[in-house]
């Protein structure tokens, strides 16, 4: 437990706080929602026994019970006065977005369904039962015209450590349009227009990851077009990620997809993790 590292998200229904705790699972953080306060210790010491060693651990509290709320700031008082390294995440907005966001989702607010009072009613008396929780938040975001996206972005720079120009998983596919277009790209670019390596006797048998084979594609317009690639790609990308994208397979395809498109793909994916991004090369046909 002296390892780990407690981030408690709370906040006010609407707010964000289930989208946060997305992000931070994105992040690698152990993820659970609204465990009951009195679990909270038994959760703790169960973690303190996880193999492999679990260090960044995110607990959504969602407590608009006073009692429940007085246990678990008895819970949390207690791992600061023993030095753990803990904090309070709290996330709240105006009460006219908070309107805007239930009137859109047309969700019944959790504390209006079960006393049957007004929304405007039950976001002030949500305010005031988690106001004490407030008031010990090592963090405050308000999300008012805030997009989900622009809250991503702020979690990455304040919980990711160094992650924030990760915020995309980058996956670049080669295949062979002979054996069908993969169903999960996001964009599939064909590069048959390239002389096929595959009418070259000596170049038959080998494939894209041959230097032989590289050599032919990028003497035979392959270098320009993965200029140009590139430069598309580098005004692509950036706004993906701005706009909260977590995964992006880009597929090359060529006839067989053993020569153009893996020689093409390997190529791409270096210079693309020169670049710094979290990303991943696969040949989906090589072998057939």
Do not use: W
Not at 198 to 217: A, F, Q, S
């Amino acid at each position: 437990m002296d390892r780990m590292h407690f981030l408690f998200v709370s906040g006010l229904s609407g707010a964000g706080k289930s989208h946060a705790i997305q992000v931070l699972e994105d992040l690698g953080y152990f993820c659970v929602e609204n465990l009951p306060s009195p679990l909270l210790s038994t959760f703790a010491e169960l973690l303190s026994h996880s193999v492999p060693a679990i260090t960044n651990v995110a607990i959504g509290i969602d407590i608009r019970e006073r009692g429940f709320l007085d246990v678990f700031l008895r819970f949390y008082e207690d791992l600061k006065s023993q030095g753990r390294n803990s904090e309070i995440l709290f996330l709240e907005a105006d009460d006219s977005e908070l309107i805007r966001r239930f009137s859109e989702t047309r969700r019944p607010h959790p504390l209006s369904g079960s006393s049957g009072i007004s929304l405007v009613e039950a976001i002030q008396d949500e305010r005031e039962k988690l106001a004490s929780l407030k008031s010990r938040a090592d963090r405050l975001i308000n999300t008012t015209g805030v997009k989900t996206s622009e809250l991503k972005t702020i979690l990455f720079k304040l919980y990711g450590h160094g992650q924030e120009h990760k915020g995309l998983k980058l996956f670049i596919m080669s295949f062979g349009f002979k054996y069908g277009v993969p169903i999960e790209c996001d964009m599939v670019l064909d590069v048959r227009f390239l002389p096929n390596p595959y009418y070259v006797p000596e170049l038959r048998e080998k494939t894209g990851l041959d230097e032989p084979v590289c050599k032919m594609v990028f003497a035979e317009g392959g270098e320009s077009f993965l200029r140009e690639l590139h430069s598309f790609l580098s005004y692509l990308l950036p706004n993906y990620i701005s706009e909260g994208r977590s995964v992006f397979t880009l597929g090359l395809g060529c006839t067989g997809g053993k020569h153009r498109s893996v020689a093409l793909a390997q190529a791409l994916g270096a210079e693309l993790l020169d670049k710094g991004y979290d990303m991943r090369v696969i040949h989906r046909d090589l072998g057939k």
